[in-house]
């Protein structure tokens, strides 16, 4: 026998169904009206169409105005992914230096690497992307590059690596034997023979195929050879890396401090010396409470790369913007962004779900 | 007697740290490192910033004296980069509004102030800010295509957050319901809305929903921006809002319906301020980094603080001074930004010292109807 408190709940939910559904529906209709207006229809049909626009950066997939939009979106995702997976590798790697260095006993050094973080975490990311995308475009023609290193060149052509090409075996086998050390647990009692096997076998094509460390050179008013990325690309990585490596410095501060004292003790009664202490007793207890957060600082790295936009660098937001525009098909272009996106987002919140479940079920969880 | 005192400890403290910067010789050669670090920053920067710095005169002045910062830009600039296309005569009007928002944020600050009053002076600072900016009444109207600079940020904050936060309290409410309906429209809200970029947000509420709006019905840009912000700021203050429902001690809620209290009211006098006062400080948090996202409105082409700073360094007499105008809106973004962190510092001190707060009083007046204990 239902209550009256839910007969009421019932009801109640009925009735927000109702209202929800209607608005919808009005919403829908109005948008129906404004699209026959326009003489619009919804569809993803316009994916085929020529582009008719240029991508200034292309990595990986060639690009001219006479290929499809949906292939200009695809280049679009891929310089998403370049500048994600960079971005969030080097923030890491910069956050856990800065991090650690603002342990330090020395007030000196750590002052220094405080007021740093202070400066970049209290003004916009947007402000320091702006500047920086200006800074580069004002720099020097490549005639009179700044090179701060052997084999780098900063331009207003942009940022000139050296090459680095690196036989495709030893890749793959690198590859490999850092997946056995990882998946070492699930390879039984032997585990390191995997691993090994691997290793040996990538210095082995190393010596066969020598990685070419080619470095780039002055040829008329450009360079040639090396690696370049463009004055955007290379402001929007910088802007992305400072930013986010300020948050992650203080998560993994955070999660240091977060380690009960006690257990720095002991280390330091066994004999430990400070850096081993920090490795091999703080760090691994730290790590597992930074995990879910350095996920989040870099799914929040992923998003902030949609500010490519303002700058210029053709990432998905900006192509997905331009194609909108263009064709007016915003709606559609706009579900595409929301779904890229959202779909990212579930994803690391699934693996972060498991993870803790993992921590949990393991008893290796602390707090 | 304690401003003798005072002094002392800090010395002591500068002494202390000193010490402790050339305590062994291994320290002492870092901090030689990082005072090399330090002045090869501070010493060319400070040069450019003020040694060879003009401070006043035209582009050509700055031009003749290459090398140092050029402030007379900024001299020239500053009414444009505050008050945006605002007309010149009128320039009063932005800065008694954007006086009267950092009042009323001021005043929110202040935890004696956390009663029924504030709602109502919230209510009144708005009507007069919009009064002011706008016009009417005596006023030349000015649209709001004119509006920008710093009063745009500031109200694009604080009508965010202030918009944002019964949004979000009724999301969060949905999102802990027993009922189906509440918990999949308030999760799903909440799930899209921080799953995706502000950007598209902003993309969503001036390119697609004027769409779905009856035909010769237009909606102003800036306003569309601002109700887009509004949602993104529920969104995120909801998770706050929901962290702090979920460390309140289901009892509580059993006592107050034991008490003969309805759901709505147990909610409104006993579980809501006890959850709000325990996440205010990720409250301030998210208000830092909603001051500087509201910047990102730059990319749907309105002029805020930033925008204004970066056309004004776009302007073809001044060519080559962006560094003047980031300079220059940087500083006032570190001083909003570090003085809202350094607040929610304060604030999280002073919860640990008075407790979960016997006398911390909550905004929107949640406690007002307690009777006193």
Known sequence: ?367 | MSGTVRPAARTSSVATAIRRSFATPVAAVITAIVAGIAAAIVVPLARWAFVSATWSGAADDCRRAAGGACWAFIGHKAGFILFGLYPIAQRWRPGLAAAVLVALVVCTAIPRYWTRWLLAAWAAGLALAFLVMHGGIGLTVVPTQQWGGLPVTIMLTSLGLAGGFPIAILLALGRRSRRPLPRAVAGAIVEVVRGVPLIAVLYMAVLVFPLALPTGLSVDKLALAQAAVIVFASAYLAEAVRSGLQLVPPRRLDAGLALGLGWWQTMQRIVLPEALRTVLPSFISIAVGFFQDTSLIVIIGLFDLLNTARSAAQDPNWLGFYAEAFVFVGAIYFCGSAALSWYGLWLERRMARVGSGADVRLPLSLTAAVPPE
């Open chain 1, 1 to 367: 026998m239902r209550s009256a408190a839910d007969r009421r709940a019932v009801l109640l939910q009925g009735l927000g169904l109702g209202l929800t559904a209607a608005a919808v529906w009005w919403l829908a209709r109005n948008t129906n009206v404004s699209l026959a207006q326009r003489g619009l229809t919804l569809g993803f049909g316009f994916l085929r169409h020529p582009a008719n626009f240029e991508i200034g950066d292309t990595w990986w997939l060639a690009f001219s105005p006479a290929d499809s939009i949906g292939r200009a979106i695809i280049v679009g995702l891929l310089n998403t992914a370049l500048v994600s997976a960079l971005g969030c590798v080097l923030a890491i790697a910069v956050g856990f230096v800065a991090g650690i260095l603002r342990l330090s006993p020395n007030p000196a050094l750590r002052g220094l690497v405080r007021a740093g973080v202070e400066i970049v975490r209290n003004t916009p990311l947007l402000l320091l992307l702006l500047f920086l995308a200006a800074s580069l475009h004002a720099l020097p023609p490549p005639k009179q590059a700044l090179s701060p290193v052997h084999g780098v060149f900063l331009s207003d052509r942009g940022l000139v690596l050296p090459a680095v090409s690196i036989g495709r075996w030893t890749i793959v086998l690198v590859l490999a034997a850092v997946a056995a050390l990882v998946l070492r647990r699930r390879l039984g009692e032997r585990w390191w023979i995997a691993p090994a096997a691997c290793a040996a076998a990538a210095l082995v094509s190393a010596i066969v195929r020598p990685p070419v460390i080619a470095t780039a050179h002055l040829r008329g008013f450009n360079f040639a050879g090396g690696v370049t990325l463009s004055p955007e690309l290379a402001a929007l990585l910088a802007a992305l890396v400072l930013h986010q490596s300020a948050h992650i410095s203080e998560v993994v501060r955070g999660a240091v401090l977060a380690v009960p004292r006690g257990q720095r003790d002991a280390a330091g009664a066994l004999g430990m010396s400070r850096w081993q202490t920090l490795r091999l007793v703080v760090m691994p207890v730290a790590l597992r409470a930074m995990v879910p957060l350095l996920a989040t600082n870099c799914v929040s790295l992923i998003k902030n790369s949609s500010l490519a936009v303002a700058i210029g660098f053709p990432d998905v937001v900006s192509i997905l913007n331009t194609a909108g525009n263009q064709t007016g098909h915003s709606i559609e272009t706009m579900l595409i962004m929301i779904a890229v996106y959202l779909s990212l987002s579930l994803l690391v919140a699934a693996a972060l779900g498991r993870y803790n479940a993992h921590l949990l079920r393991t008893g290796t969880a602390i707090s």
